[in-house]
């Protein structure tokens, strides 16, 4: 992305998909893209993730930071 960036100058955005399911999982993929393409690819126009088990998790992860719990996943729609 960033070689056809350099010799286009036409940003190309990117969608990971397949196998995020965990909050833990996204965050690697925000960091991985902010290292190798910098804070400009970090946007929806650009960026986004093709994962719609990952908001069970985001939920999951939310309770448990106003709770303290991890509660069941079956307690969340999406999961």
Not at 5 to 32: D, H, N
Not at 48 to 54: D, M, P, Y
Not at 58 to 75: C, D, K
Request: aromatic share 14%.
């Amino acid at each position: 992305i960033r070689d056809y960036y350099e010799r286009t100058g036409f940003k190309v955005g990117f969608k990971p998909a397949g196998g995020i399911r965990t909050a833990k999982q996204s965050l690697e993929w925000l960091i991985l893209i902010k290292e190798e393409l910098g804070n400009e690819w970090l946007n929806p126009e650009l960026f986004r993730f093709g994962a719609s088990s990952l908001l069970g998790d985001i939920e999951r992860q939310l309770e448990h930071f106003v709770t303290g719990r991890y509660s069941a996943s079956y307690r969340h729609p999406m999961s």
